[in-house]
């Protein structure tokens, strides 16, 4: 599905295929605004899915043997700051966005 590019009367393009700096910026605009709301959906899917993700990259860690983990009898991440688990939940959910949305940016990049 293709969103509607916004157009101006007489801002058609030239049948040699030039722009102006208004329609270059417009095109700007326009890719950043639709790598910038995958980014955002991808992120919220993510936050969402956190705990999953979370517990995927933290497997290798909950397999050593118990003498190399820091609180020998469990499997958890230990945190020192009073919003560092959150800070931790909004950095994944952000990195996991942004690989997510890959694509989609990407294209965007190489048009």
Not at 14 to 35: A, F, T
Not at 50 to 74: A, Q
């Amino acid at each position: 599905m293709r969103l509607p590019r916004p157009t101006r009367a007489g801002s058609e393009a030239s049948p040699d295929g030039r722009m102006s700096l208004e329609q270059h910026l417009r095109e700007l605009r326009y890719r950043v605004c639709i790598s910038v709301a995958a980014v955002l959906v991808a992120t919220i899917a993510a936050y969402v899915l956190h705990s999953s993700i979370l517990h995927l990259l933290t497997k290798p860690y909950c397999g050593l043997p118990h003498g190399y983990r820091l609180v020998h009898d469990r499997c958890t991440l230990v945190v020192f700051g009073v919003l560092d688990g959150f800070t931790v939940t909004m950095k994944l959910s952000l990195y996991a966005g942004l690989v997510l949305s890959s694509p989609v940016w990407l294209l965007q990049l190489w048009r």
